[in-house]
């Protein structure tokens, strides 16, 4: 595997508000993302995943561990991989065209330039006919079929998506997902993802991360040997089944300890 992305021991402690504990977000996790491999992370509400993602963005500085970037440290990794935090975030006085632009326009780019190279990608994201609309007429797949646009044009070959599809209802989310397989086989990013859906991390993944609670760690690596290109119908099959089990059930186990914790 040509390693990309490389996270070693990494911990991150929260300083403490007077008269309360530090808190304890991560502790020792460690993993490796393949050059165009598409890693999912599992793991309860609350336990650093987010925190994870935006110190391998560089918006968060680790306590402790490194990460390196093609087998070295960068002097700073803000700017090396592409960030798409949860929400679209889109700017609601700026069309779709111009949202989705933002990132080539701080870069530097032109925005004529930038609107050029947004156009050429507008038909591969379903966004063709609303490149003048505002945020607040696109429906909510729009939004962030818009928002995963500007993270790609900023021209990274790492992504780090949070959530991308959290806020959307059933229907529109599995739309999402087979939507985000095709635009991934064309493009062949590298791409880590943040769910809190095990089914939606075993369509879309070439291997999931389970992470406990807090403080997070990296509790299981499961592969997904199932072929692309996927289906939605492969969800009902019973290896696919299987296969969510076994992710489900250290999260079961983990949440009945904290409940059998708590009730002591």
Not at 14 to 40: H, I, K, N, T
Not at 183 to 207: G, M, N, Q
């Amino acid at each position: 595997m040509n390693v990309v992305l490389e996270a070693s021991g990494l911990s991150k402690t929260y300083r403490a508000e007077r008269g309360s504990e530090a808190l304890l977000a991560l502790a020792d996790v460690s993993l490796a993302l393949g050059s165009g491999e598409f890693v999912s992370i599992v793991g309860p509400s609350g336990c650093g995943k987010s925190t994870l993602l935006k110190i391998l963005a560089g918006l968060l500085p680790a306590s402790g561990g490194e990460v390196l970037l093609v087998g070295a440290r960068p002097e700073k990794l803000l700017g090396h991989v592409g960030y798409m935090p949860q929400g679209d975030q889109l700017m609601p006085w700026r069309t779709t065209l111009d949202n989705v632009t933002v990132g080539l326009e701080l870069a530097g780019m032109r925005r004529r330039e930038a609107r050029e190279s947004a156009r050429r990608e507008l038909d591969a994201f379903g966004l063709t006919g609303f490149e003048r609309h505002w945020p607040s007429a696109l429906s909510g797949g729009m939004r962030q079929r818009a928002a995963l646009l500007r993270t790609f044009l900023a021209g990274r070959e790492i992504l780090l998506l949070d959530e991308p599809f959290g806020a959307l209802d059933a229907i529109t989310r599995e739309a999402m997902r087979e939507w985000l397989l095709e635009v991934w086989e064309s493009h062949r990013k590298t791409i880590l993802l943040v769910t809190h859906d095990v089914e939606e991390a075993v369509f879309l993944s070439d291997r999931v991360q389970v992470m406990s609670g807090r403080p997070g760690r990296i509790r299981a690596t499961v592969e997904v040997p199932f072929p692309r290109p996927r289906t939605l119908t492969q969800a009902s099959r019973p290896d696919f089944i299987a296969l969510k089990e076994q992710l489900l059930a250290p999260l079961r186990e983990e949440q009945r300890e904290r409940l059998r914790v708590a009730a002591q």
